[in-house]
């Protein structure tokens, strides 16, 4: 990963996290996260990516689409890629590849929060992402396409995303729509 890029995702961390100094580099330590980082390349067991989590303030929902590998409903999500200039433009890219949106471009500022997920589908190189988490307010009608990575597509109430029966939504979204609930 570039140097440019790899400072671009320590930024974004540091912001997510409210961390300055010591404590961002003692982070760093703890988890691994920029040793992983630099090796984040496609066939890697470690990845930086970025989930860009649409929701509608007003109905109280999120957008989550049925994932085909992971089987778990989850945001539009990528890998940040050596290609990106930063995780905001990753956020942006995410959005047109996975929803086909680029009016959003400029509601994509900083990410919020950072979440670990392991993964552990089957025959899947991908073992651990650090994710960081852009929220988009919307209008849920200004969603009405998903792409092919997703088996299906619907606008979930936060209250049943964080219900505790709801085994096919990870921990790391459930994390993140208890923070959209707390800063609300």
């Not at 940040?80 to 995780?87: A, H, K, L, V």
């Not at 990753?90 to 509601?107: G, V, Y």
Request: charge should be negative; charged fraction near 25%; hydrophobic fraction near 35%.
């Amino acid at each position: 990963m570039n140097d440019l890029l790899l400072r671009r995702i320590t930024d974004s961390v540091l912001i997510a996290h409210g961390l300055q100094g010591i404590e961002l580099q003692e982070l760093f330590k703890k988890e691994g996260f920029l040793r992983n980082a630099q090796g984040g390349a496609q066939n890697s067991a470690h990845h930086v990516c970025v989930h860009t989590c649409l929701y509608d303030p007003n109905k109280n929902t999120v957008w989550l689409g049925l994932h085909k590998k992971s089987c778990l409903w989850l945001p539009p999500g990528e890998h940040i890629e050596e290609f990106d200039s930063s995780p905001s433009d990753a956020a942006r890219r995410c959005l047109e590849e996975e929803l086909q949106i680029t009016s959003m471009n400029d509601r994509i500022t900083n990410p919020e929060i950072m979440t670990e997920t392991r993964i552990f589908t089957k025959g899947i190189q991908c073992k651990h992402h650090y994710d960081l988490w852009f929220f988009v307010e919307v209008n849920e009608e200004e969603v009405t396409w998903a792409c092919e990575e997703f088996e299906s597509w619907s606008w979930f109430p936060f209250t049943e995303v964080l219900t505790p029966n709801a085994t096919d939504i990870n921990k790391s979204v459930k994390k993140a729509i208890s923070y959209l609930v707390s800063k609300s």
